[in-house]
Structure formats: C-alpha cells, structure tokens
C-alpha cells in the first residue's frame, strides 16, 4: 500500500487560504469518501481536523474546509493564522480494513 | 474525559521484541462505537498506520508489517498492546496510540502523545 501524495510545503500570508492537495487510486481515496486530515505541531500528536471528507469534529474551527475530486481529496485552510504553522497529513479508507496516510505537508504562516 | 498513555521500552535491540502498553483512562476500550490503533512516525517522516483491535478482539493488521505485529486488549485493565518482533533500526520511531472510530468514517480522533523508541545494540 503506498504512501498518498501529498506536497511537501505550503506556505501563505496571515488571512490568505492555503490548498493542500492529497492524491491516491481508486482504491482509497477515489473508492470511499472516508477521508480524514490531521495537524501536527512538532513534537506533538496528530489532531484530527476533518474526517468522512468534510466534517469537522466538534471544536475544530471552520476555516478548515475539505473537498475530494476523483482520487484527490483537498484541504482548505482560510483565514491563515500563526498557530495554523504545522504538518499535515491526509489519511484514507483503502478497503480490506486497510488504512493509509498521506506524506505530509508542512504549513509555513509567513 | 478519555485520555490515552502510551508506555514501554524507550530502547530495543535488533532482532529482538518491541513491545508497548496504551492505557485507556476515564473511559473504557470496551466500546462498541470505537476501535483502538497503533500509528507510528519514524523521525522527520510521515505517519504510518500498524493495526487496530476492537475490544472482542478481532484485529487488523497493515499488510505491510503483519507478519511481525500483534496488537493484544486487556479490558480488565483497558489496556491495548503492541507487539513487533524481529526490530530493525528502520523501526525505530515514535508509537502514538489512537482511537478510531467507525461513526467517523475510520479517522482517529483521539491520541495518545507518543513513546519514542529507538532500536540500537
């Protein structure tokens, strides 16, 4: 099972939106719209953002916003503010019980 | 509310067993709603999914590595454990404990901070 493709950097000003995109097949992020995304600040655990493509659990802000197209699911971060500077990881269903992450991006409020 | 506490080895030999213990406190792995992970992250990369166990028992394992992991839950303890023999340095990462749920389409909406261990002679 390989990796999803994601960018490795990202960057936007304070208040801009940032896209970060997130490309598998057709056996996971194409076949299931069980899509979630995570924000990691170094040297702390992963915070689950959105799951099921675009739902936000609760306390999760609404600045952050998903989408999927095909194979590619997306995450939107509008409003861009200093604390939102971490890694980002996609992850998706890919059947057989199966999961697999994305290769992360790293988010720079410049 | 629910916290998860990973603990364990900090430093494992090659060719020996990792093993690591995820305690569940203020509430129980026997859920039927939610399932317990493990994920590590090797230092400076991405995230990697290992397995999950729900509290019956049944387990899932990532095709990549099940031929060396067991994931174990004692629910008189709830407690969730890891196994994986046969250790490489290229195992050496930090191991995060999650829940996952089904309701949630599979993402994990809870973790423990991590254990980082390190496999070196």
């Known amino acids: 099972q390989s990796a999803l493709t994601q960018p490795p950097s990202a960057s936007g000003s304070p208040g801009q939106s940032v896209t970060i995109s997130c490309t598998g097949t057709s056996s996971d992020v194409g076949g299931y719209n069980y899509v979630s995304w995570y924000q990691q600040h170094p040297g702390k655990a992963p915070r689950l953002l959105l799951y099921e493509v675009t739902k936000r659990p609760s306390g999760v802000p609404d600045r952050f916003s998903g989408s999927k197209s095909g194979n590619t699911a997306s995450l939107t971060v509008s409003g861009l503010q200093a604390e939102d500077e971490a890694d980002y990881y996609c992850n998706s269903y890919a059947g057989n019980n199966n999961q697999v992450f994305g290769t992360g991006t790293k988010v720079t409020v410049l | 509310q629910v916290q998860l506490q990973e603990s364990g080895p900090g430093l494992v030999k090659p060719s020996e067993t990792l093993s690591l213990t995820c305690t569940v406190s203020g509430g129980s792995v026997s859920s039927d709603s939610f399932y317990w992970s493990w994920i590590r992250q090797p230092p400076g990369k991405g995230l990697e999914y290992i397995g999950y166990i729900y509290y019956t028992g049944s387990t899932h394992y990532s095709p990549s590595l099940e031929s060396r992991v067991t994931i174990s839950v004692d629910t008189s303890k709830d407690q969730v454990s890891l196994k994986l023999n046969s250790v490489t340095a290229a195992d050496t990462a930090v191991y995060f404990c999650?829940?996952?749920?089904?309701?949630?389409?599979?993402?994990?909406?809870?973790w423990g901070q991590g254990t980082m261990v390190t496999v070196s002679s």
């Open positions: 999650a829940r996952g749920g089904w309701e949630l389409g599979d993402a994990f909406d809870l």
